[in-house]
């Protein structure tokens, strides 16, 4: 089983959007990670990035204002289909989709993959498509609102953690806060140990070591909590994947974890 860390290019923010009250109109410009396992029951993508419209044209698919905020810098390359042809994978190939939560920057790319079971928090779903009015622009519902899609919905703490396989390789783990249906994937590799990926629930090292809040929370007590939980796998031992932190010392492909 190997772990591929994509870069679906950056976004060009402000720090205080990342890191609570700190360093306000500090630059601060951050990667869009997605991921690639490949595990013998098939290809599974862990998020995937911005859509294709947005190294087209990002104001008219993300909107002004959520651009003046944070501003992808993407190029049609980065596109998680053509990343993906480079190491000679198909869209088709791909067979399960899960999505760590809606928002634009990780579901971009919903609907690419038309043999893949897409796997959210039922909740999320909810959330994206009948939304309160905070975070009203980080979801893109031409993105997700797509004909004919197989999902399948999760249902939070009752199926907490959720193993995909039945073989404890691949876990979905329930992180509630930065939305209210976030979750987050635990992979179980055999030379490189346990791997966290936090997505959203922690942007950065910044956020676990000074047990900062992350910028942008729906619930920031559930955020804690979530973040307390990512602090306590770290104290076990496993190594934890950053969602959007510059200085994350990360291998990406074609160079995998295994
Ligand atoms: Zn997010």
Same mark, same amino acid.
């Given at each position: ?12 923010? !402000? ?22 396992? $490949? ?5 599974? &993508? ?21 651009? +003046? ?13 053509? !990343? ?15 999505? +760590? ?33 905070? !975070?009203? %622009? ?36 329930? $992180?509630?806060g930065h939305t ?16 966290? &990926? $936090?997505?959203?629930?922690?942007? $950065? ?9 992350? %910028? ?9 909590? +979530? #973040?307390?939980?990512?602090k306590n796998l ?15 010392? #990360?291998k990406y492909a ?5």
């Amino acid at each position: 089983m190997k772990l591929y860390v994509f870069k679906c290019g950056t976004l060009k923010s !402000q720090k205080q959007f990342f890191t609570a009250g700190i360093d306000i109109g500090k630059a601060f410009e951050v990667p869009v990670p997605f991921f690639l396992i $490949t595990h013998p029951k098939g290809y599974v &993508l862990f998020d995937t990035g911005n859509a294709l419209e947005v190294a087209k044209d990002k104001i008219k698919h993300w909107g002004e204002k959520v651009v +003046s905020i944070y501003d992808p810098i993407m190029s049609e390359e980065e596109y998680v289909v053509n !990343q993906l042809a480079k190491l000679n994978i198909k869209a088709e190939e791909i067979k399960h989709v899960i999505f +760590s939560h809606l928002h634009l920057d990780h579901a971009g790319a919903c609907g690419a993959f038309p043999n893949a079971t897409y796997y959210v928090q039922k909740e999320e779903l909810k959330h994206a498509y009948v939304h309160d009015f905070y !975070q009203k %622009g980080a979801y893109i519902r031409a993105d997700f609102d797509k004909p004919d899609l197989k999902w399948y919905l999760l249902d939070g703490y009752e199926e907490d953690p959720f193993d995909l396989f039945g073989d404890g390789k691949i876990k979905i783990i329930f $992180t509630p806060g930065h939305t209210p249906g976030h979750q987050c994937l635990m992979v179980d590799l055999e030379h490189s140990g346990k791997v966290f &990926l $936090t997505a959203d629930s922690v942007y $950065t090292e910044e956020i676990l070591e000074k047990d900062l809040l992350p %910028g942008l929370v729906y619930s920031p007590a559930d955020t804690v909590k +979530s #973040i307390k939980k990512v602090k306590n796998l770290k104290n076990q031992g496993v190594k934890i994947f950053t969602g959007h932190d510059p200085d994350a010392k #990360i291998k990406y492909a074609p160079e995998y974890y295994d």
